[in-house]
């Protein structure tokens, strides 16, 4: 008995890990991630896992930023304009600057934000995928890396994060 009850334990957790494997390995929005690979990764690290002190982890707030509208227009701008000033990251505080990435095409902006929300993170609730019509109402507004960070709190709060 007692052998059996250890080999199915042994198996339900091989099954588990083949599965959060596969997980880890579907992407959804390649475009987006050779824009993130290209350009993100080298301060977010691969699969937006972040860097202390240098970059914040992209693995869970973006997500929950991406059910609500200003959640949305604050990652829209964070990429467009860039960020500068102190955050905090699950207890991490991280305070060097987000460079503004205005130049990307809003297909390319929407596309990037599509991989980190929906590839990267695990939980999105119901939002729905960015598009470069969305993106470009944003853009049609500009703000500076100051303005972006002192939105952030507003939203951190606003969404109770
Ligand atoms: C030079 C390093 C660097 C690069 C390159 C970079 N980032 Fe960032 N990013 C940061 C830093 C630093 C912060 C936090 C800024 C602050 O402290 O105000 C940040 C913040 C963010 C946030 C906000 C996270 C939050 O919790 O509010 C998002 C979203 C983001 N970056 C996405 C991206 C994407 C997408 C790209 C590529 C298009 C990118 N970043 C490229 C350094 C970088």
Redesign the pocket.
Known sequence: MKTASVLMTALVAGVMSLASQAFAQTVHYPGGKS??DG??A???QAGGKGMDG???P?VE??GKYAGAADGRA??GH??MYG?????K?KEKS??????S?AS?SDEEIAD??NY?VFDLNAQHGTAKPFDAAEVKAWRAAPLDQTAV?QR?DAVVKGLGL
């Open positions: 824009t993130f350009k993100c080298v301060c977010h240098l970059a914040p992209l707030y973006p604050q990652l964070t990429v960020m500068f000033g102190p955050i990251v991280y305070n060097f600057k987000m460079p990435f990307l990037v934000l980190v960070h952030r």
